[in-house]
């Protein structure tokens, strides 16, 4: 017997869309295959989990799942058959309230005119074989953009995919934390569906990625690389305070550890490496002029305008 939707997302059948999309998001976090990637039977329940959200979660087919339980796909047929009418005996999710051969005529699948004459055309042998045919699968492609803040902080998607006829179909997808661009997420909510997206990180303007490391571009005065200083460093969290020493060169880089990315399958982060960008003033006063040209005077070695007028001024004294 098929096991109860309601009871598989841990939700009673009064439970509210919202109670039964909160009790989904639950399961699939805790079942979900890149968490237990080594799990078959947790593989199986997310399965599961898939099916009972993709109909308890969806109005229209949680109203004919609490109609005819587990025949809720032949809600249209047994409408129509006067099967929608009464509830009867042992209806509603689980209790198996009709019994498709006897809504078709005939006790047992070998009736004749019973369900499998209808549908299996050479009777039970005919049904037996098209049984043991292997389902055909049904694939779907897609993409996920993200954000670099919810490759931080994980995410999740609800997606519609198409199914037979006309019908759409939604699916909650999770996003692991530091998930790679180019990342691909399969899903299989069903036998007889994989669901298969291409996860695409977009661009930051404040962060390049390698992997799990971040690197930032730092712009600094010119002073502050001469005689040191301190700089603010933006992350993934905030910005920080990073003690520029002096001296320091234009493009010398600092790691600053466990500032990066989550790691995927991992608790560890990755690194956030600030590379210093020496910012030039744009313009100089006269006095700022004058004040470079003599630093850099001393700096080759040579006397400055002011000691030439020193020296200048000490011979005329001398030669009164």
């Known amino acids: 017997m098929a096991q109860n939707y309601y009871e598989l997302l841990g939700v009673n059948q009064s439970a509210s869309d919202k109670e039964i999309k909160t009790a989904y998001r ?22 599961k989990v898939n099916e009972a959200y993709e109909v308890v979660g969806d109005p229209a087919r949680r109203k004919d799942y609490d109609q005819f339980g587990d025949n809720w ?14 509830r009867g005996r042992g209806a509603g999710p689980g209790g198996g309230g009709f019994n498709l051969n006897d809504l078709f005529g005939g006790g047992g699948g070998q009736s004749a005119g019973g369900f499998s004459d209808m549908f299996g055309g050479a009777g039970g ?39 037979s006829g006309t019908a759409k179909r939604n699916l909650e997808v999770d996003v692991p934390k530091g998930v790679l661009d180019g990342k691909k997420i399969r899903l299989r909510p069903d036998a007889k569906t994989e669901v298969t997206l291409t996860v695409k990180v977009r661009p930051n303007k404040r962060f390049s990625r390698e992997g799990a490391n971040l690197r930032a571009d730092i712009n600094i005065p010119l002073f502050d690389a001469i005689l040191g200083g301190e700089a603010e460093v933006p992350t993934m969290t905030g910005r920080i305070a990073l003690n520029i020493p002096a001296g320091t060169q234009n493009g010398r880089s600092f790691k600053i550890k466990g500032r990066g990315l989550p790691k995927a399958n991992s608790d560890g982060f990755g690194d956030l490496y600030a590379t210093i960008k020496v910012r030039l003033p744009d313009t100089l006063s006269d006095e700022e002029k004058r004040l470079y040209s003599q630093l850099r005077d001393i700096r080759n070695g040579r006397p400055s305008h002011d000691d030439l007028i020193d020296v200048l001024n000490h011979k005329e004294e001398s030669a009164e």
């Open 125 to 163: 042998r005919a049904q037996h074989q098209q049984q043991q045919r292997p389902p055909e699968i049904i694939k779907h492609k897609g993409t996920i953009d993200v954000s670099l803040d919810e490759v931080y902080t994980g995410a999740s998607r609800r997606i519609s995919i198409g199914t």
């Open 73 to 86: 796909k032949h809600a249209d047929q047994m409408r129509t058959m006067g099967g929608g009418r009464s």
């Open 26 to 47: 639950r399961m699939a976090r805790k079942l979900h295959p890149d968490v237990n990637p080594d799990d078959q039977r947790a593989q199986e329940q997310f399965k």
